[in-house]
Nanobody, 116 residues
Framework: QVQLVESGGGLVQAGGSLRLSCAAS????????MNWYRQAPGKQRELVAT???????NYADSVKGRFTISRDNGKNTVYLQMNSLKPEDTAVYYC??????????WGQGTQVTVSS
C-alpha cells in the first residue's frame, strides 16, 4: 500500500515562494507517475503538474513558468517549487502517485494560502 505525506505548505505573501514536498513509501517510487493537484474552496480539484518516471514534466497553463516539479528517486520524494505566487494559487495541494492500474494513491493534502 502506497503512503504519501505532503509538507511545506503555509501562508505567504503574493510574489513569494514555497516548496512542497511529498514523501512516498510502500511502492517502487521510481516507476510511478507523480502528480500535484490542488483544490480551492468551492472548486473542483485540478491537475497542477506531472512528472513521469523518466522525469518528463507537464504543467497547467496557469502555473507554467512559475512552478517546477521535480523528483528525487533516491529519497522517494517529489517536490513542487512554487514561485511568484498569486492569491489565486490558494488551495489545498495534494500529491498523487500512479502506476498503470496498480497504484493510485493520494496524500492528505497541505494548505497553501497566498495573501494579497
Amino acid at each position: 500500500q502506497v503512503q504519501l505525506v505532503e509538507s511545506g505548505g503555509g501562508l505567504v505573501q503574493a510574489g513569494g515562494s514555497l516548496r512542497l514536498s511529498c514523501a512516498a513509501s510502500g511502492s517502487i517510487f521510481s516507476r510511478n507517475i507523480m502528480n500535484w493537484y490542488r483544490q480551492a474552496p468551492g472548486k473542483q480539484r485540478e491537475l497542477v503538474a506531472t512528472i513521469s518516471s523518466g522525469s518528463s514534466t507537464n504543467y497547467a497553463d496557469s502555473v507554467k513558468g512559475r512552478f517546477t516539479i521535480s523528483r528525487d528517486n533516491g529519497k522517494n520524494t517529489v517536490y513542487l517549487q512554487m514561485n511568484s505566487l498569486k492569491p489565486e494559487d490558494t488551495a489545498v495541494y495534494y500529491c498523487n502517485a500512479r502506476f498503470m492500474n496498480l497504484v493510485n494513491a493520494w496524500g492528505q493534502g497541505t494548505q497553501v494560502t497566498v495573501s494579497s
